[in-house]
C-alpha cells in the first residue's frame, strides 16, 4: 500500500498518522488516495512501515527506542523532524509544521482509541488550530472537526437520521441549529455539565450551526 505523491501544490489536504488506534484498510486506502503528502507521528512509523506506506516526514520527539538510520534508509528520501518539545503534543506540533510549510488542511487518522487521555487531548486539542488550518479526524465510526466561531455560520447537506454531537471545549455560548431534531435556540453547552451528544439531522437538507462564543466541535458518527 502506498501514496501516490503526486504533488499538487498543496491542493488535497495532508496526511497525519497518530499512533492510535488503526482505522480499517478501506479507510486508509481511500485517504492514501487523495493525500499526496503523508506525516507519521514517532514510533507510530513502525506500524506505518508493516503496512507497506510510503511517507513523507516522521516527527516526533523519538524519546522511545527508535532506530532512525534503517528508517532513513527504508523510506528515503523521507524527512525526519525531531521535535523534543515536551510542552505540546506529537500530533501538536505536526499541525505546526503543517501551518510552518503552508498547507491549508490535514486529514488526521490514528489519532483516537488506545489511550483514552490520548484521545481526549487529540480531539479537544484540534480546536486552537482552527483558524489556521481546515482539520478533519477520521475513524471507522466518526467524522471529527472544530467550527469556526461566530460571525461565521456552519452549513452542510447531510440525509435525514444521520447522527451529529455538538461537544462543547469549554464553555460554547448563544448555540443556533436549524435541521437537527432537538435544535437549539440561543443555548449554551459546556465540557463535563451539557453536551449535544446523540442528535440528529431531522430532514434531508442543509444543516446551520453557529455560536457566539467558545468553541465548539461537530462529530458526524456511525455505529
Not at 108 to 115: D, K, L, M, N, Y
Not at 204 to 212: N, P, W
Amino acid at each position: 500500500m502506498s501514496s501516490h505523491h503526486i504533488i499538487r501544490d498543496k491542493q488535497e489536504p495532508a496526511l497525519v498518522i497518530a499512533n492510535g488506534e488503526s482505522c480499517s484498510a478501506e479507510l486508509l486506502g481511500q485517504l492514501l488516495e487523495w493525500s499526496p503528502f503523508i506525516v507519521v507521528l514517532d514510533n507510530a512509523i513502525h506500524r506505518v512501515i508493516e503496512l507497506g506506506i510510503k511517507v513523507d516526514v516522521l516527527l516526533g520527539d523519538f524519546d522511545r527506542n527508535i532506530d532512525l538510520a534503517q528508517i532513513q534508509e527504508s523510506q528515503f528520501p523521507i524527512e525526519i523532524v525531531h521535535t523534543p518539545d515536551q510542552d505540546k503534543t506529537d500530533l501538536e506540533k505536526a499541525l505546526d509544521f503543517l501551518i510552518e510549510r503552508g498547507f491549508p488542511a490535514v486529514n488526521i487518522i490514528w489519532a483516537t482509541g488506545r489511550r483514552a487521555d490520548h484521545t481526549i487531548s487529540n480531539i479537544t486539542n484540534i480546536v486552537r488550530y482552527k483558524s489556521q488550518l481546515q482539520i478533519v479526524m477520521i475513524d471507522d465510526y466518526s467524522v471529527i472537526y472544530p467550527l469556526l466561531p461566530a460571525p461565521n455560520t456552519f452549513q452542510k447537506w447531510f440525509a435525514k437520521g444521520t447522527n451529529l454531537s455538538l461537544i462543547p471545549v469549554g464553555t460554547t455560548t448563544g448555540i443556533d441549529t436549524q435541521n437537527l431534531v432537538y435544535n437549539l435556540d440561543n443555548e449554551q453547552l459546556m465540557i463535563g455539565y451539557r453536551a449535544g451528544n446523540s442528535n440528529a439531522v431531522a430532514e434531508d437538507g442543509i444543516v446551520s450551526i453557529s455560536y457566539q462564543s467558545g468553541d465548539l466541535i461537530l462529530m458526524e458518527c456511525n455505529d
